[in-house]
């Protein structure tokens, strides 16, 4: 049973246009979400997380969102640029434990 | 510092040999993990250790075994290697305690079972 759902494999975006990647989960007892970017044989890096008391945080040009009533969220980056291009994974976590979720991922190409 | 390092980056087993994945921290982090990231699998996490001494399984655990003997090192082994244990494994840390704890991925090691 999947949690954590990352329902588009890619996506394709020009540059300066802004990315959306989403990300839906099942439990509601989820305590905070993370993002994370991965480059080929690279590990997964931290991009951006936000606790479930908030609806948005943002980080220079990446914001994320949550709805809590639709147990989405999703992940806004703006302007794009090639560098983005890469893996995002979506991670959720419980409170008080160090267990995260991922979700599939979603492979976002920025072109010129 | 390093961060996380994980060795070998890449390496091919034939079908029941046996072989460890080597994980070491430098950031002085009380909890390590150990996931596979599959195709459309997402990573999924295979075993973690709290504190030197302290392991437990993860979601995928079966045909791995851990140890953790000191603070730095979290070696991953594999047993008997099937084509199944095909795969590509990342050693993850953070300082534990739960919370909203970043954990901070190695370069991961690309695993072939032929």
């Known amino acids: 049973d999947q949690q954590v759902k990352q329902n588009s494999p890619s996506l394709s975006v020009q540059e300066g246009r802004i990315s959306i990647l989403n990300c839906d989960y099942t439990n509601s007892m989820f305590d905070y979400f993370l993002w994370y970017k991965k480059y080929p044989a690279e590990g997964p890096t931290f991009l951006i997380s936000?606790?479930?008391?908030?609806d948005k945080n943002e980080d220079g040009r990446f914001t994320v969102f949550l709805n809590k009533s639709a147990k989405h969220l999703s992940l806004h980056i703006v302007p794009s640029q090639p560098g983005d291009s890469a893996v995002y994974f979506c991670?959720?976590?419980?409170?008080?434990?160090?267990?995260?979720?991922f979700g599939t991922g979603t492979r976002l190409q920025v072109f010129p | 510092n390093a961060g996380v390092t994980q060795t070998p980056k890449f390496h091919i087993l034939k079908t029941g040999q046996s072989m460890t994945l080597q994980c070491a921290q430098d950031m002085n982090h009380g909890y390590l993990s150990w996931y596979r990231q599959d195709p459309g699998m997402g990573l999924r996490r295979i075993h973690y250790?709290?504190?030197?001494?302290?392991?437990d399984k993860g979601e995928v655990p079966d045909g791995y075994n851990v140890s953790r003997s000191n603070t730095e090192d979290f070696p991953l082994r594999l047993e008997s290697a099937a084509p199944s244990q095909t795969s590509v494994y990342f050693c993850a840390s953070s300082r534990g305690g739960g919370g909203p704890d970043t954990q901070y991925f190695g370069p991961g090691t690309r695993l072939t079972v032929l």
């Open positions: 936000i606790s479930s008391i908030k």
């Open positions: 250790s709290v504190a030197a001494g302290i392991t």
């Open positions: 991670a959720a976590s419980f409170y008080n434990t160090d267990k995260l979720i």
